[in-house]
T-cell receptor
Framework: GAVVSQHPSWVICKSGTSVKIECRSL??????MFWYRQFPKQSLMLMAT?????????EQGVEKDKFLINHASLTLSTLTVTSAHPEDSSFYIC????????FGQGTRLTVV | GENVEQHPSTLSVQEGDSAVIKCTYS??????FPWYKQELGKRPQLIID?????GEKKDQRIAVTLNKTAKHFSLHITETQPEDSAVYFC????????????FGKGTKLSVKP
């Protein structure tokens, strides 16, 4: 099946700093990438949809200035958490839809 | 927008028994219903999916049923094994497999040997 590679798998950062998470489709072109967030023992919640060459679409309640999404090419989408705070600590995971949704490995972000 | 309800939140069964997890959805336009198994700290793994033009689908010990009229779909696991223990999520999309997924809250399945 299709492969989506997400990096880093985990990151610890200080409050106020920014963290970039990359999601690559390795063997197919992804015009769309979905970004989800999952808090401990909770479900996956859609944060935003990135579209290659255009602005991302954010779900209600998700701050677009805090969670910067860039989909510069057909194989790469990035999520940057700016000015991170402890409450941003979560599991972030991307998915690229084709005949099924292919998920990246996920990124465990811990803000201290 | 779509809302997906999933029950039960936890389920404990004896090895060899069957497990059933149920989900309901609100958007009649939803047309794709996947089920995922997620182990702690890992990505969700698709275990089975069903599209709105099908009422039932089976893959070895796993089956899914869909009732479009009632807007509910269920996951059935037979002959459960300890390695089936995980969190299971149902999801719904109105864009087929290309659309964004709305997930249920998950069911923690424990299979006791």
């Amino acid at each position: 099946g299709a492969v989506v590679s997400q990096h880093p798998s985990w990151v610890i950062c200080k409050s106020g700093t920014s963290v970039k998470i990359e999601c690559r489709s390795l063997d197919f072109q992804a015009t769309t990438m979905f970004w989800y967030r999952q808090f401990p023992k909770q479900s996956l919640m859609l944060m935003a949809t990135s579209n290659e060459g255009s602005k991302a679409t954010y779900e209600q309640g998700v701050e677009k200035d805090k969670f910067l999404i860039n989909h510069a090419s057909l194989t790469l989408s990035t999520l940057t958490v700016t000015s991170a705070h402890p409450e941003d600590s979560s599991f972030y995971i991307c998915s690229a839809p084709t005949y099924e949704a292919f998920f990246g490995q996920g990124t465990r972000l811990t803000v201290v | 927008g779509e809302n997906v309800e999933q029950h039960p939140s936890t389920l404990s069964v004896q090895e060899g028994d069957s497990a059933v997890i149920k989900c309901t959805y609100s958007d009649s336009a939803s047309n794709y219903f996947p089920w995922y198994k997620q182990e702690l700290g890992k990505r969700p793994q698709l275990i089975i999916d069903i599209r709105s033009n099908v009422g039932e689908k089976k893959d070895q010990r796993i089956a899914v049923t869909l009732n479009k009229t009632a807007k509910h779909f269920s996951l059935h696991i037979t002959e459960t094994q300890p390695e089936d223990s995980a969190v299971y999520f149902c999801a719904a999309s109105n864009g087929g497999s290309q659309g964004n997924l709305i997930f249920g809250k998950g069911t923690k399945l424990s299979v006791k040997p």
